[in-house]
Nanobody, 118 residues
């Protein structure tokens, strides 16, 4: 499975941005898709995930109420809508996927940079 993230950019604090992740290859094997982020000098952290089949979602506390993850099964694409952005949301955002029997994410895309200016 190959993942391609896009849609990052520069936005002012309080603004919105949507990043996308297009999957290709054996996408039928993917159980859950997630978004992670890594800020300079910090470890990568979980942001949100969505199950491919039934759309169950989960979010990190830091983004609850501001971010929304969704999917378009027909296009094998996952989205992360980010609203009320804060400077601390600045990071490289990565999409990832895993099969149902895997505990760790095994498919990773190249990140997309999101920069929030104050």
């Amino acid at each position: 499975v190959q993942l391609q993230a896009s849609g990052g950019g520069l936005v002012q604090a309080g603004g919105s941005l949507r990043v996308s992740c297009a999957a290709s290859g054996r996408t039928s094997s993917v159980y859950v898709m997630g978004w992670f982020r890594q800020a300079p000098g910090k470890e990568r952290e979980f942001v949100a995930h969505i199950t491919w089949s039934d759309g169950r979602v989960a979010y990190a506390d830091s983004v609850k109420g501001r971010f929304a993850i969704s999917r378009d099964n027909a296009k094998d694409t996952v989205f992360l809508q980010m609203n009320s952005l804060k400077p601390e949301d600045t990071a490289v955002y990565y999409c990832a996927g895993r099969r149902i029997n895997m505990k760790e994410y095994e498919y990773w895309g190249r990140g997309t940079q999101v920069t929030v200016s104050s």
